[in-house]
């Protein structure tokens, strides 16, 4: 990352350049990156840490040749726009801030823990168009230690090959276990006999399932037993009502037959009643 020259004295803004007037935290020199330190006012921006990386602006000359501004003078700070006086940038290129306070780079930075902060860009060789860009910040992690024994600070790569992740295959403290440790662990018991099927690993209780089935296999065929001689017996409970529906049937027949011999006696009657009459009459019979 190299730092971009520029001349204090020529910074200035160009057209459409927008500028915020205030006062100075501390020292100051015309082309500075800038951050609002509160009511500490205007301070050097410094990319080595988040917290003075936030840079809102660059310093303008006064028009006067003033190359520095003390504490508590007030000065002109471009928030946005086109600032001339710098030297040698490629256009196009992103301009960054340094961690050199105040100072503008042509990369961001890669020191642990320092900030990428975006300036704007080069519009020409010595015009910087200040465009500050927030969602660039970003906490820097090259230089973080491979505390492999388990700190906070390890990289990615050094948690996951972190030697304190211990084997504890055997059920110690599972919570340590690689994914291989815990699904291999000696803990988990075969309880397949049914003691504590909690413990059994999935095959072990699907095995114990199946068991389970085939043992269920005679009662089941005692079951299908059981039906078959029920359904034998509805089909003789249904011989049996066909029976009685004859045997109904029958005495209907019987009961007709009956009353038909009994109309028989009774016209039968009539007549023997009728010749007794006649015979009563003509005094061949006496009562």
């Known amino acids: 990352m190299a730092d971009i020259a520029l001349t204090a004295s020529l910074i200035r803004p160009l057209g459409g350049a927008v500028i915020r007037r205030g006062t100075a935290g501390g020292t100051l020199t015309p082309g500075q990156a800038v951050y609002l330190d509160g009511a500490n006012g205007w301070k ?6 988040v917290a003075t990386a936030k840079a809102r602006g660059i310093v303008l000359s006064d028009g006067a040749g003033s190359v520095s501004f003390a504490s508590g003078q007030t000065v002109d ?46 519009e020409s060789a010595v015009t910087l168009f200040v465009n500050i860009d927030h969602a660039q910040v970003v906490a820097a992690i090259a230089a973080l230690t491979d505390n492999s024994g388990g700190a906070a600070n390890d990289t990615i790569t050094a948690v996951t090959a972190a030697a304190a992740i211990t084997d504890n295959s055997t059920g110690v403290d599972p919570a340590n276990d690689t994914i291989a440790a815990i699904t291999e662990a000696a803990a988990i018991t075969d309880n397949s006999g ?56 029958k005495q209907n027949t019987t009961s007709t037959a009956v009353g038909s011999a009994m109309n028989n006696f009774a016209d039968l009657a009539a007549k023997v009643n009728a010749i007794l ?11």
Do not use: H
């Not at 946005?80 to 290129?93: H, L, Y």
């Not at 089935?213 to 003789?236: C, E, F, G, R, V």
């Open 44 to 49: 050097a921006a410094d990319a080595s840490a």
């Open 277 to 287: 009459a006649a015979l009563r009459d003509a005094g061949v019979i006496v009562n």
């Open 194 to 249: 049914g003691a504590d099927p909690g413990d059994d690993i999935i095959a072990v209780v699907t095995q114990a399932a199946n068991a389970g089935s085939a043992d269920l296999a005679p009662t089941t065929a005692a079951i299908a037993q059981l039906a078959a001689k029920m359904n034998t017996n509805s089909l003789a409970i249904d011989s049996a009502a066909d029976a009685i529906a004859q045997l109904a049937a």
């Open 77 to 122: 700070i471009c928030v946005f726009g086109p600032v001339t006086g710098f030297a040698a940038m490629t256009p196009g290129a992103p301009v960054y801030l340094s961690e050199t306070a105040g100072a503008v780079a042509t990369a961001e930075p890669s020191t642990a823990l320092s900030a990428a902060w975006v300036m704007g860009y080069a």
